[in-house]
């Protein structure tokens, strides 16, 4: 019975989240699955390539410094032993962590980079994936409006971090698409208020 209650009021929770949304039309570019989550959450289409996969931090600051260059290449298979496929354009490496092989993995980023809204990007990144306080200032100065860099301590001082809690003992930041304990179903995702963001209501933190 608990389990149900939970599962409902979780429900009833992301009806609520849908029904304040305005911005529908948006594209995420995110460092990992947390983009992909949060469009699946808010039933919407994925109108960015970056789904199910993730990024060394370094080159998702590279990848998006100058993002229409990169996306106009080609990506190319990089040949290794992991479980995963692996692909590459140019000089960044591309984890495909949630596809069996990289033709499938090729062919859904091929098909979703066409459905980029250039006209209303928002930036996610992590701190994690050989993330350091070099790449969080990198991040910082990235030419988006509208981006955010989620981290495992408090960064006052960059004003496009925002500290996810739960993970200040440790190194870097955990896996934030996973559900916390508690009564309430809620992810550590959750903690930031991302149908604002995405409102863009919260314009001139994002800098």
């Given at each position: ?27 995420i ?12 959450d ?90 350091t ?10 030419p ?5 860099i ?25 896996v ?9 179903m809620?992810?550590?995702l ?5 149908i ?12």
């Open positions: 019975m608990l389990t149900k209650l939970k599962l409902l009021e979780n429900k009833l929770y992301n009806i609520n989240k849908k029904k304040h949304l305005k911005n529908k039309n948006f594209t570019i995110s460092s990992n699955c947390v983009g992909g989550i949060i469009y699946h808010l039933g919407l289409p994925f109108l960015t390539p970056t789904v199910n996969l993730s990024f060394d931090m370094n080159d998702f600051v590279k990848f998006v410094s100058n993002l229409k260059y990169y996306i106009d290449k080609d990506l190319i298979k990089l040949d290794t032993n992991k479980e995963y496929p692996i692909g590459v354009i140019e000089d960044i490496k591309i984890n495909f962590i949630h596809y069996k092989t990289f033709e499938e993995a090729k062919t859904k980023w091929d098909e979703r980079k066409q459905r980029i809204n250039y006209d209303n990007l928002f930036i996610i990144g992590t701190d994690k994936d050989n993330c306080y070099e790449t969080l200032k990198a991040f910082e100065n990235l988006y409006e509208n981006k955010i989620f981290t495992h301590i408090d960064y006052s001082e960059i004003s496009s971090s925002y500290c996810i809690k739960g993970f200040e003992d440790k190194n870097e930041l955990g934030i698409t996973n559900f916390k304990e508690g009564f309430l809620r992810r550590y959750d903690n930031f208020d991302y604002s963001f995405l409102n863009n209501t919260r314009k001139g933190i994002y800098v």
